[in-house]
């Protein structure tokens, strides 16, 4: 039942239904059945261990037979060396030396490329994989049980909702629900008062820093009326290409057609309704 209540709240917030986001949203987080970790030991023991009481749905593995895709490789690579997605400078700035998540989803590696360029970088290690389905000795194989819904993105659509509802009381839940987040991810946090427009910029913020890889970016950014902005990397060395400059021209406004994706072609096939109703570009 909480998962279906998860999945209304998501829902309703990609639709613009700030009422409902907020009322099932709440109603989650209000339950008290899902506390956020309290320790960074806690926490990162849910992306490490696949343990903890913040997973409203995790899909359980019962062996390394029965494993799913391993969700580490995507960034990581195989073996480690590779290093296949080094996030930002822009996205690390956005967590500080208390944030939890800093050291949860991000490990240091010295990192040399085909090219020679070397320097010392934050990885992403989300997904580091749980050791109980290593099959081959101590060989890592970045396996984790994927977590659909977590309490997290409920304290999330709360806040974002009530920021979009916009009233005074709607306001201080809004406000409620982001400093319990950031109290619980941030030590020592001190909670703020955010007005409304400021709730509504620090929710993207707090988006950013908490669901990175979980795969919720690009509907985010166009719920915002957002494009796709390329931040500054950590070493323009590691990332360009053999005669690339920079990484200008990477930038995709919202209103370009691959922020909308194409309706599969067995579906156009299958339905003659859709006739001549393929999305801008395709």
Do not use: C
Not at 47 to 63: H, P
Not at 133 to 156: C, D, H, V, W
Not at 157 to 163: G, M, P, Q, R, W
Request: hydrophobic content about 35%; aromatic content about 10%.
């Amino acid at each position: 039942v909480d998962v279906v209540t998860a999945l209304k709240a998501r829902v309703a917030l990609q639709m613009d239904d700030y009422e409902n986001a907020a009322k099932y949203a709440g109603d989650l987080v209000n339950s008290n059945r899902y506390p956020l970790s309290n320790t960074a030991t806690d926490f990162e023991s849910v992306w490490k261990n696949d343990k903890g009481t913040e997973t409203i749905w995790q899909i359980a593995m019962t062996s390394a037979d029965d494993a799913g895709v391993p969700l580490g490789t995507i960034f990581i690579g195989y073996p480690t060396t590779k290093k296949d997605y080094i996030p930002t400078q822009t996205l690390i700035d956005l967590y500080n030396e208390k944030d939890i998540r800093l050291k949860t989803y991000f490990g240091k590696y010295h990192l040399t490329v085909s090219s020679g360029n070397a320097a010392d970088i934050y990885f992403f290690n989300k997904y580091p994989g749980n050791e109980y389905y290593n099959a081959l000795g101590s060989e890592t194989r970045y396996l984790n049980q994927p977590k659909p819904f977590r309490i997290a993105e409920m304290y999330l659509i709360a806040t974002e909702a009530n920021a979009k509802i916009g009233t005074a009381a709607a306001v201080k839940k809004g406000n409620d629900a982001l400093n319990a987040l950031k109290k619980a991810r941030i030590e020592g946090w001190t909670d703020a008062t955010y007005d409304q427009e400021a709730l509504l910029n620090e929710i993207m913020n707090e988006r950013e820093r908490e669901l990175v890889g979980e795969g919720y970016r690009l509907m985010d950014l166009k719920r915002w009326g957002k494009g796709v902005k390329r931040g500054k990397p950590q070493s323009k060395g590691l990332v360009l290409f053999p005669g690339q400059a920079s990484t200008d021209g990477l930038d995709k406004p919202v209103d370009d057609q691959r922020m909308l994706w194409p309706i599969p072609k067995t579906e156009m096939d299958a339905n003659p309704q859709l006739a001549g109703q393929q999305n801008p570009g395709y």
